[in-house]
């Protein structure tokens, strides 16, 4: 069965970091482009960032630039979104999504961004 | 930037009606567009990829149409378990975009 499983979200004050983790299995992870998107409390989804096969693109949305960081371990079969000088807006629900027309999603992990 | 105009918003509609939700981008995407269903706390679930192409799984009266610049999802027949919100997504070019969604709401 393919499956993703998100992980790492919480509560974190303005400023701070996290790191969230997804584990993949049931398919090649190694040759599967993947992606993060955002759902904030109430609100429409959106995309944030895709990195290729073995990592040599990464794209982003403008809003996380230079904020967040897109990495895998195809050894892990894991996916992995530092997030660094979080702000209050980026509260949110964090799918993993295989990119094949984003056609699997996990579960997804919460990321509260509060003081 | 590629916009994805979702229309309408929000929608009342009662079993058995046909529905019809469109996507307009702001530039060509070819049929590089995907529709999704989310029910309220669940996951969203793709329904229709590269525009017209139905995901293996999904019932027959959902389809897709369009090519360009304008796409449909269509409903034949709504069903209970089909009242939800509907997401467009253009995957032609970075930034990837979502349309805004339409609400589904029972009549």
């Known amino acids: 069965e393919v499956q993703l499983v998100e992980s790492g979200g919480g509560l974190v004050q303005p400023g701070g970091s996290l790191r969230l983790s997804c584990a993949a299995s049931?398919?090649?992870?190694?040759?599967?482009?993947m992606t993060w998107v955002r759902q904030a409390p109430g609100k429409g989804l959106e995309w944030v960032a895709n990195?290729?096969?073995?990592?040599?693109?990464?794209y982003y949305v403008d809003s996380v630039k230079g904020r967040f960081t897109i990495s895998r371990d195809n050894a892990k079969n894991s996916l992995y979104l530092q997030m660094n000088s979080l702000r209050v807006e980026d509260t949110a629900v964090y799918y993993c999504?295989?990119?094949?027309?984003?056609?699997?999603w996990g579960q997804g992990t919460t990321v509260t961004v509060s003081s | 930037d590629i916009q994805m105009t979702q229309s309408p918003s929000a929608m009342s509609a009662s079993v058995g009606d046909r529905v019809t939700i469109t996507c307009r981008a702001s530039?060509?995407?070819?049929?590089?567009l995907a529709w999704f269903q989310q029910k309220p706390g669940k996951v969203p679930k793709r329904l229709i990829y590269?525009?017209?192409s139905l995901q293996s799984g999904v019932p027959s009266r959902f389809s897709g149409s369009g090519s360009g610049t304008e796409f449909t999802l269509t409903i034949s027949s709504l069903q209970p378990e089909d009242f939800a919100t509907y997401y467009c997504?253009?995957?032609?070019?970075?930034?990837?975009?979502f349309g805004g969604g339409t609400k589904v709401e029972i009549k």
């Open positions: 999504v295989r990119y094949r027309g984003m056609d699997v």
């Open positions: 049931g398919f090649t992870f190694s040759s599967s482009w």
């Open positions: 990195i290729k096969e073995h990592g040599s693109e990464k």
């Open positions: 530039q060509g995407i070819s049929n590089y």
């Open positions: 590269t525009a017209s």
């Open positions: 997504l253009q995957l032609y070019s970075y930034p990837l975009t």
